[in-house]
């Protein structure tokens, strides 16, 4: 096992970076967030990208600090999130300073979804705080926190803007790094899911052919495996659980954030 300096953290070791499409929805979300709109937290966007990685990889080279969080557009990060976010480091850097990601909602390597947000495109508050920081198998890409010193990219060839996540957190685990869900609750001002296929089903199948020796993988829409059944299942469980939530509208995040108690 190599050695690894624990680090006391401090907001200027933090820095936002987006990929954004939508300049309005980035104004009444991400950036209403406390600790950016207080300038505590610094926010850089990337536009015009066709694949998230290509977008992110930029946000990683477009700033210095040693810890970048990755965040959707349609995020609201309630004041005080960057504290709760510095503590829950803390905790999980006394046992295993070597950790590469972390998201906010996710699937634990024990099978359990984990996490602390509400979900706009679900309605509904999704898992429940208090938890003890979870390995993850993989995560929601709604925030995604990652340490610069693990030396772990995005992969810039997954098409479009699926599948990053549970890309780099298996990047992680095949050099035995570990990759947690933490409880740092936010307003995910999501509009429903409508389909798993397109641009899903190609990176899908771009995660099938370079994990091949790491199948199946534990994913949270649709495990990634390499016979194309699993894949229909999910498409047809997308599809119904967005007709129940296709009316479903984008609201106040600073609202929902205040009604939730979560600021």
Known sequence: MGFYTIMAWHPEDFAVAAAVNNREILAANLMRSPDIASGRLTLKTYEGY?????ALNAGLDGCTAPIVIFAHQDVYLPGPWLSQLIAQIERIEAKHPNWVVLGLFGLSVQGEMVG???STGLGRLVGQGGFEPAEAENM???VLVLRRASGVRFDDKIPGFHMYATDIVTQGRDRGMPSFIVDAPAVHN????RKLTGAYAKAYRYMQRKWRHRLPIRNINSDIVWHPVTLWRAQFAILRLYRRNK???PRDAAETARELGLE
């Open 140 to 142: 929601d890409e709604l």
């Open 190 to 193: 999501s509009t429903p899911t």
């Open 247 to 249: 009316r479903r509208e």
């Open 116 to 118: 602390h947000v509400w």
């Open 50 to 54: 066709s694949q998230a990685g290509a």
